[in-house]
């Protein structure tokens, strides 16, 4: 084997996709016609871990994922503890909250992210036009203490967005809680 030192003849690794490294005097052999270089020439990282086709790299690459997950997932449970409520000096139990995943956000997982308070209502906010759920809602929990716990996950990532919350006392010009807004109990 010799240096690799330039890419050469626009191959790639059959199996990752890899550009792959050959040296000049195969390079020119082959261009030559005294050695025929395969399609199959694969990259250093195949070759060293023997991986052949692309089927026994997406297993490894899944193993070595669920290995990831696991681990990460051991973590986060030893490592959670749910936030220190926040204080609610006026006693406020509705809150706002925005930029949620409004493609995976529904109410069993807001439900669960909140927590151990308990919501009561949920007042999905949606686009005007395109009648989409977009990110924000109002909830109306049962105390002011669960209300401060909510309030302690502000700024939280949760599925992949920074979170915020905020309390958000009625008007009195609003209607509250609307109608057909409670939280079915189940």
Known sequence: RQKKDMYRGKRRCPTCGVPSLICRDCFEADKAG????????R????VTE????????????GREMKKYEKKLQQKLDDDYEP??????????TRLFLKNMCAKQMD??????L????????????????????????????KTAEDAG??????????????IKVKYQQADS???WPIPNTEVSSS
């Open 114 to 141: 909140v927590r151990p308070a308990r919501v009561t209502h949920i007042q999905w906010l949606i686009d005007r036009q395109t009648k989409k759920f977009y990110g924000s809602a109002f909830i109306e929990v």
């Open 34 to 41: 005294t050695k025929k270089l395969g399609k199959d020439v």
């Open 50 to 61: 023997d991986v052949r086709n692309k089927r026994e790299l997406r297993d490894r690459e």
């Open 107 to 112: 109410e069993s997982k807001l439900l669960e």
């Open 43 to 46: 990259c250093d990282l195949c």
């Open 83 to 92: 936030p220190e409520p926040k204080p609610n000096p006026e006693r406020i």
């Open 173 to 175: 010009k609003d209607i």
């Open 149 to 162: 716990s909510v309030l302690a996950m502000d700024g939280m990532v949760v599925m992949g967005r920074k």
